[in-house]
């Protein structure tokens, strides 16, 4: 990784803990089983990238570029996403844990997250209009002058939102979650 482009490239199996990594250029690249937790990867740009079964924990993302990048089976805990450059920022998620993460003010429509976990992730000020959110468990996740317009939470659990501080226009949610909307009121829903 000491070139400055790499493209379609495949690392596999990297160790980088602890490490500084930046003012690199990653397109068309495939990360799989590598470790780059606890690292500093500010700087960066990653444009039509793949992350596979990564632990990518505590990863310095500040003024990364992260153009249409998807996760797969990785462990991204505590990720300031928020630090990431905002031009054409597109992310995905799938298997992944988000525990501790911070979307604060991102620009996010259309983003699709499945079958993950986000325990405590801050979506404060973030626009996740026609957003996804499959089988995640949002438990205490911060929701805040979040746009959630038509956002998909039919099959998301263990949320708590606020309709009053979060537009959320033609939003989906199942009838068993409708006590995650509710919870300020401190009502008993049978």
Do not use: W
């Not at 799989?32 to 960066?44: A, C, E, P, T, V």
């Not at 249409?68 to 089976?73: A, E, S």
Request: a negative charge; proline letters at 2%; glycine letters at 4%.
């Amino acid at each position: 990784m000491e070139s400055l482009i790499h493209v379609q490239k495949t690392f596999e199996k990297v160790v980088y803990i602890d490490k500084r990594i930046n003012h690199r250029e990653f397109d068309d690249c495939v990360f799989k089983n590598s470790d780059f937790s606890n690292s500093d990867f500010s700087y960066n740009s990653f444009i039509d990238c793949e992350f596979i079964d990564c632990n990518l924990s505590m990863l310095n993302l500040g003024g990364t570029s992260l153009k249409t990048v998807r996760f797969k089976n990785c462990k991204l805990l505590g990720i300031q996403f928020n630090a990431c450059e905002d031009f054409l920022f597109s992310v995905e998620f799938q298997d992944c844990v988000l525990d501790y993460s911070l979307f604060n003010n991102k620009k996010m429509p259309k983003t699709k997250f499945n079958s993950c976990s986000m325990k405590e992730t801050s979506f404060i000020g973030t626009n996740l209009t026609n957003s996804v959110f499959d089988n995640c468990n949002l438990d205490n996740a911060i929701f805040n002058d979040t746009i959630l317009a038509a956002a998909d939470f039919t099959t998301a659990y263990n949320y708590k939102i606020d309709p009053e501080f979060n537009p959320m226009k033609k939003a989906k949610f199942s009838t068993r979650g409708i006590a995650g909307l509710l919870d300020k009121y401190d009502i008993k829903i049978e």
